[in-house]
């Protein structure tokens, strides 16, 4: 959710904030590694909503990544 946000940030102008409409998540493996990755992106700013996709990578002790979770919300400015 938090790197969603961001990436809607990144459209926004300084000072803005959001919050989020509608988040669906898919886990798709367990996320077993050292760390965790969010890496948000947006997908279709619109006029008053933005449309934003997530990849969650869990980083294993050798430096590998592997996908654990994907999301697509809807953000809205506040």
Same mark, same amino acid.
């Given at each position: ?7 809607? /940030?990144? !459209? !926004?102008?300084?000072?803005? #904030? ?8 898919? *886990? ?7 760390? *965790?990755?969010?890496?948000? #992106? ?6 008053? /909503? ?8 869990? #980083?294993?002790?050798?430096?590998? /990544?592997?996908?654990?979770? *994907? /999301?697509?919300?809807? !953000?809205?400015?506040?």
């Amino acid at each position: 959710d938090s790197a969603s946000g961001y990436a809607a /940030l990144s !459209m !926004m102008p300084d000072g803005a #904030e959001v919050m989020t409409v509608e988040m669906k998540i898919n *886990l798709i493996a367990p996320a077993a590694g050292r760390r *965790l990755i969010a890496t948000g #992106e947006v997908v279709k700013p619109g006029r008053r /909503l933005v449309i934003t996709r997530c990849t969650v990578q869990a #980083e294993a002790d050798d430096g590998s /990544l592997r996908d654990v979770a *994907l /999301l697509q919300g809807t !953000m809205i400015p506040v």
